[in-house]
């Protein structure tokens, strides 16, 4: 079973679409939880940390449950510039481990 | 912010050469630096930490003969690919920790021709 588990993905959504993706993790003893936004051929940057209370910028919410061992963002009102692979990211002790990524394409 | 350098950021090399890839943190000291390898419409992969000042630790399935990494100082990771094969080619980017989060070098594509 790999450490980070993502949706396959590719979602295919019109603009202005809300778009949820899921992420699940096996190490219990992970600290602290990501999720990067990775354009085609570039690196990866953060898009927002996730915390167990849930966090939201702007139209991006991000939630996590320790408990499931579970976490998601929710993108709403998707703009055609959200087209990118969404990485799911776990740390623990600096380790850092990517899930394998969904893909979006948010079309006019 | 926390800036991380990668150097090449594309190199064409021939087969049985081998390639130095540098990763720089620019204004901040790091320990632990990471080196991933990305294929093609798959995810990162990590290939091993970059302890300064010690060995590297080597993911199971990677070849530390082959991958030779060396952190010799708080702000430099240097990974060189050894005689390199065309199933080397690949996206090679590194990362360090910040306080909060990792920060990525820009990538090095690399193809063995």
């Known amino acids: 079973r790999k450490e980070v588990e993502q949706d396959p993905g590719p979602f295919n959504v019109p603009e202005g679409a809300t778009v949820a993706f899921n992420c699940t993790y096996s190490n219990s003893a992970s600290q602290s939880f990501f999720w990067y936004r990775q354009d085609c051929r570039k690196e990866p940057k953060l898009l927002m940390s996730v915390y167990s209370s849930g966090n939201e910028d702007g139209r991006f919410t991000a939630q996590l449950n320790r408990a499931s061992q579970y976490i998601s963002l929710l993108i709403r009102d998707s703009k055609l510039s959200d087209s990118a692979t969404y990485l799911c990211?776990?740390?623990?002790?600096?380790?850092?481990?990517f899930g394998a990524g969904t893909r979006l394409t948010v079309k006019p | 912010g926390a800036v991380v350098s990668q150097h090449p950021s594309r190199v064409i090399c021939k087969s049985g050469t081998s390639v130095k890839i540098e990763c720089r943190s620019l204004d901040f000291q790091a320990t632990t630096m990471f080196w991933y390898r990305q294929f093609p419409k798959q995810s990162l992969m990590l290939m091993a930490t970059?302890?300064?000042?010690?060995?590297?630790?080597?993911e199971q399935g990677v070849e530390k003969d082959k991958f030779l990494i060396n952190h010799a100082s708080l702000t430099l990771s240097t990974l060189t690919v050894t005689s390199a094969h065309p199933e080397d080619s690949s996206f090679y980017i590194c990362s360090a920790m910040g306080n909060t989060e990792a920060f990525f070098g820009q990538g090095t594509r690399l193809t063995v021709v």
């Open positions: 970059s302890n300064e000042g010690s060995k590297a630790t080597y």
């Open positions: 990211v776990v740390n623990r002790n600096n380790d850092m481990r």
